[in-house]
């Protein structure tokens, strides 16, 4: 399957800010959706945030009003801003490219290790 690419995770104080980016390699069919997924300590993977094709967003309420998930269609490419981090953000954030019409698909990426430090 397709590899996405992430990039953008790190170590950052609370308070902070971090943008992780992730697109699928090569040349894909358009994605309906985009989404960023993160594993916390003592919790299952859970959606931080996602956004289709039309820009229609879905966020986690833990981070509503701290984060934005955009897209830039044209490169299959998916964006997280991470504002006013905390220390409950850390995790592995995983990145998800998905699409449910005729020649679906559903990509992961590897995962980036997010870090806030208090």
């Known amino acids: 399957q397709v590899q996405p690419v992430e990039s953008g995770g790190g170590l950052v104080q609370a308070g902070g800010s971090l943008r992780l980016s992730c697109a699928a390699r090569?040349?894909?069919?358009?994605?309906?959706?985009m989404n960023w997924y993160r594993q916390t300590p003592g919790k299952q993977r859970e959606l931080a945030a996602g956004?289709?094709?039309?820009?229609?967003?879905n966020y986690a309420d833990s981070v509503k009003g701290r984060f934005t998930i955009s897209i830039n269609n044209a490169k299959n490419t998916v964006y997280l801003q991470m504002n006013s981090l905390k220390p409950e953000d850390t995790g592995v954030y995983y990145c998800n490219i998905r699409r449910t019409l005729w020649a679906g698909y559903d990509y992961w990426g590897q995962g980036t290790q997010v870090t806030v430090s208090s």
């Open positions: 956004i289709t094709s039309n820009g229609v967003t």
């Open positions: 090569g040349s894909i069919l358009t994605p309906n959706a």
